[in-house]
């Protein structure tokens, strides 16, 4: 009786989840890992092959945007490791346990504006006509209006401004774990605060740094708005590429083959990161 | 000489004066303990001398030299930690290893230092280790093992024993004072288990409110407690409250609340003064005695402990009281009338705080 109610309940509560996982996730993947096997060889005919993926590769501006794609995401996780880091250490280690709760809710106060309107934000702030280039012209520190946006430097910012959150609470829990005692020990037994820091606090976050990366790495990557719409033109992200095969040129083929690639190449991403840092997947999930 | 010294340290945090013009001296090579219920200050008064905190007045001293303007990183003094703080991202190797590094040492000397201070401690070839492999003494012999490889001038143990469930920790006793012996380091103890304070220590201060009550041998503090803290806080006593009628020749005729008179030794408190009147278990003895240090009454009941049995006596005024029965052998049932008597130079009286 009591192992039927438990079975019952752990079935009630996987149904939804997998019920996620097979429809949202895996279904579609598979469809669209299906489709980019599609070799249209004339029109509503179709052969199953590769050729997609060898279009992809005949066509270096289509890789060079993944390839730009992944290394500003990199230097995005990057940026917003070194922002937050600082800031999730004061929220669980110096700041006082009142304000604790206050601060992290600051943090979380920019999810509570949509992408696009925090993105328009930032043309408010950045456009020619906007308020930094008219306060620097008022200054006159500047004779002529300047355009701040539609550059790579605008869109790593609005970027990192983007996902920093997404660093900040992984490292904020992981830290908060962290019994100061560490830290006096470290002292105690000799250490600087830079050995403190390097031998103590960064491998005892590694679990938050690898975690809060993998998110922000992956949100970047497949990111759409803020490259659009700061970036312009310009910005070649690759997820751009994507929506242009769907939806500007109605082919569906290439468009899952870019998709495909996306998943495959940040993966690999990850996975070389996690290696390169000596860190597995397991070890960030659960704690020991 | 000293080993550390502390000159009237004084800390204040706001109003609150956590330590209160401490002043105490730990000669070269003793075990000393600091014993006092928490809050007494005893933590923060370790954290002084470890450097985590500044003494609002006084001077600390190591080797004869002050250390107030040393960062904590420079000090000789290491430090045990309440729950040891043994790195877990780090083999047990790498965490005794940690402070070598930091001092620079040469990397071919530090794996055979790693080496011999795990032999010292009993436990050798576990560099390999994980911390979470190890069981609660072994943890702590490892966290022994980080400080003392360092060399240091004194060694500070917060509670270390705390964690640990009691079999291991009455083992951990000894092999603590056996270590210190191995190491003929100083070491600074800090508890509020007076136990562990009177099996280990060469000298135990006694610590109330943020000051020092008295500083002894673990022998004169049991025996000669100056104050009625240090009776009540050391080890097991009877205690009464009362009031003084008459001082003779340092001795005191003492009013029990409810009625019953007893004769016990006081200095300073003058007549009339209220008292409590402390007499250890293991002093009184079943049967009659002279007038002022008999007391008469009824078995509550047997409370069987080893050698640590007691038997509890209740007088007609309501008084329990503790008698040693170290054998666990005596004749005695419940409900028996019984007089109890101790010698009445070891029943102390002391300023009571209200009576």
């Not at chain 1, 390839?67 to 490791?81: D, E, F, K």
């Not at chain 2, 966290?143 to 500070?156: F, G, K, Q, S, T």
Request: charged share 20%.
């Amino acid at each position: 009786m009591r192992s039927d109610t438990g079975k019952l309940s752990l079935i009630l509560l996987m149904t939804p989840f997998a019920l996620w996982i097979v429809l949202l996730i895996i279904l579609p993947q598979a469809g669209i890992g299906y489709v980019s096997l599609q070799e249209k060889v004339g029109p509503r005919q179709y052969e199953f092959g590769f050729k997609n993926y060898m279009d992809f590769l005949g066509e270096p501006i289509y890789w060079n945007t993944l390839l730009r794609t992944a290394w500003m995401s990199i230097l995005v996780t990057i940026l917003a490791l070194l922002i937050g880091f600082p800031v999730a250490y004061y929220i669980a280690k110096i700041a006082k346990k009142q304000s604790r709760a206050g601060l992290f809710l600051l943090c979380l106060i920019p999810l509570w504006v949509s992408d696009l309107v925090r993105a328009f934000g930032w043309i408010v702030l950045l456009r020619e006509t906007g308020i930094i280039s008219g306060a620097l012209q008022w200054l006159g520190i500047i004779g002529e209006p300047v355009e701040l946006l539609y550059n790579d430097m605008t869109v790593i910012i609005g970027l990192v401004y983007t996902v920093v959150l997404f660093m900040i609470v992984p490292l904020v829990s992981t830290l908060d774990g962290m019994d100061d005692a560490l830290l006096e020990a470290g002292y105690n037994l000799g250490g600087s605060r830079f050995t403190v820091f390097r031998r103590i606090i960064v491998p005892y976050a590694m679990p938050g740094i690898v975690s809060g990366c993998i998110i922000t790495f992956m949100l970047t990557a497949g990111s759409y708005l803020t490259p659009i719409l700061l970036g312009g033109k310009n910005s070649s992200w690759f997820t751009e590429q994507i929506y242009n095969q769907f939806i500007t040129r109605y082919n569906w083929e290439a468009g899952a083959t870019f998709g495909v690639l996306l998943l495959l190449f940040t993966s690999f991403v990850v996975w070389a990161g996690l290696r390169l840092t000596g860190q597995s997947l397991a070890t960030t999930v659960a704690k020991e | 000489m000293y080993d550390l010294e502390s000159k009237s340290v004084t800390k204040r945090f706001g109003s609150f004066t956590a330590v209160d013009s401490v002043s105490f001296g730990v000669p070269s090579g003793s075990f000393f303990s600091i014993l006092g219920p928490s809050g007494c200050g005893k933590t923060t008064l370790m954290r002084m001398i470890a450097g985590f905190e500044n003494p609002s007045e006084g001077d600390i001293l190591i080797k004869d030299r002050s250390v107030l303007n040393d960062a904590p990183n420079k000090r000789n003094v290491k430090m045990v930690f309440q729950h040891l703080a043994l790195f877990p991202m780090m083999n047990v190797g790498e965490n005794i290893a940690y402070g070598l590094r930091c001092r620079g040492d040469a990397k071919s000397s530090i794996g055979d230092k790693v080496k011999a201070v795990l032999d010292r401690v009993g436990l050798p070839g576990v560099e390999e280790k994980q911390v979470s492999q190890l069981s609660g003494g072994q943890k702590q012999r490892i966290a022994i093992a980080r400080c003392m490889v360092l060399e240091p001038d004194v060694l500070l143990l917060d509670e270390p024993l705390g964690a640990l469930d009691l079999k291991l920790r009455e083992h951990m006793k000894i092999e603590l004072k056996q270590l210190q012996h191995q190491f003929e380091t100083t070491f600074l103890y800090i508890t509020h288990d007076q136990s562990e304070a009177l099996v280990m220590s060469d000298n135990v201060a006694v610590m109330n409110a943020g000051r020092f009550e008295q500083i002894g041998s673990p022998k004169e503090l049991y025996d000669r407690p100056v104050s009625g803290f240090v009776a009540g806080f050391v080890g097991d006593a009877n205690r009464w409250a009362g009031r003084i009628d008459r001082v003779s020749d340092g001795m005191a005729r003492v009013q029990l609340e409810g009625g019953d008179v007893v004769v016990a030794t006081s200095e300073g408190a003058g007549d009339g003064s209220s008292v409590e009147v402390f007499v250890r278990p293991e002093v009184i003895k079943i049967g009659a005695g002279p007038e002022g240090s008999t007391l008469s009454g009824k078995v509550d009941s047997l409370l069987f402990n080893g050698a640590n049995s007691r038997v509890l006596v209740k007088t007609p005024s309501g008084k329990l009281v503790e008698v040693a029965d170290p054998s666990g052998a005596s004749t005695l049932a419940e409900g028996d009338e019984v007089q109890i008597h101790w010698d009445p130079k070891r029943a102390l009286a002391f300023p009571g705080e209200a009576a």
